[in-house]
């Protein structure tokens, strides 16, 4: 099972808006809504932010949202803060009943 | 509170074993799924293993298949990893993680632990 592709980095300015892309193919992302994206900050452990394509669990603010088009999902981060630096990783269920996580994204806020 | 706790990490030469551990507790391990996931050094997240609650299913990596093998002590609510055949490759960071029932992802991570395969 091949690794997600996701960009090595994005970077956006405070307040503003960044998409963060992760593309799998028709045995993964294009098949399941089982899409969940997590969030990693420097020696920690990862934090869940998106589960199920676009539902955020308690306690992640409502500026992080989801989606997903065939076989490519995002992760769509508004008003972006200081404190949303960080690697992210997008995960998916696959048609071998096994998951698969993306190569990550590094967020930088300038 | 959930709070999963791993440890039994170390260096290890390659071709022995090693057996990690995951405590935790807040919740029962017999009502949920559970997850290993592990990442190498300057690296990203890679799935290995999936334990069913009930423990009649498990799943691994094709990276890991026949090598590792997921189990669980109830009584200790305690999940465990027995890694054999340990190569330079599975030198990571091993993370135990819950599995958010019938979500598909994972809601709680423990802190992990570092595994470092080397002669």
């Known amino acids: 099972q091949s690794a997600l592709t996701q960009p090595p980095s994005v970077s956006g300015s405070p307040g503003q808006s960044v998409a963060l892309s992760c593309t799998g193919t028709?045995?993964?992302?294009?098949?399941?809504?089982?899409v969940s994206w997590y969030q990693q900050p420097p020696g920690t452990a990862p934090k869940l932010m998106i589960y199920?394509?676009?539902n955020r669990p308690s306690g992640v603010p409502g500026r992080f949202s989801g989606s997903k088009s065939g076989n490519t999902a995002s992760l769509t981060i508004s008003g972006l803060q200081a404190e949303d630096e960080a690697d992210y990783y997008c995960?998916?269920?696959?048609?071998?009943?096994?998951?698969?996580f993306g190569g990550g994204t590094k967020l930088t806020v300038l | 509170q959930v709070q999963l706790v791993e440890s039994g990490g170390g260096v290890v030469q390659p071709g022995r074993s090693l057996r990690l551990s995951c405590a935790v507790s807040?919740?029962?391990?017999?009502?949920?799924?559970m997850h290993w996931v592990r990442q190498a050094p300057g690296k990203g997240l890679e799935w290995v293993a999936f334990?069913?609650?009930?423990?009649?299913?498990?799943r691994y990596a094709d990276s890991v298949k026949g090598r590792f093998t997921t189990s669980r002590d109830s009584s200790e609510n305690t999940l465990y990893l027995q890694m054999n055949s340990l190569t330079f490759e599975d030198t990571a960071v091993y993370y135990c993680?819950?599995?958010?029932?019938?979500?598909?992802?994972?809601?709680?991570w423990g802190q992990g632990t570092l595994v470092t395969v080397s002669s």
């Open positions: 993680a819950r599995d958010y029932s019938g979500m598909y992802s994972c809601d709680y």
């Open positions: 807040g919740f029962i391990l017999s009502s949920h799924n």
């Open positions: 334990m069913s609650g009930d423990g009649s299913d498990e």
């Open positions: 028709s045995s993964d992302v294009g098949s399941y809504n089982h």
């Open positions: 199920e394509v676009s």
């Open positions: 995960a998916s269920y696959t048609s071998s009943s096994t998951w698969v």
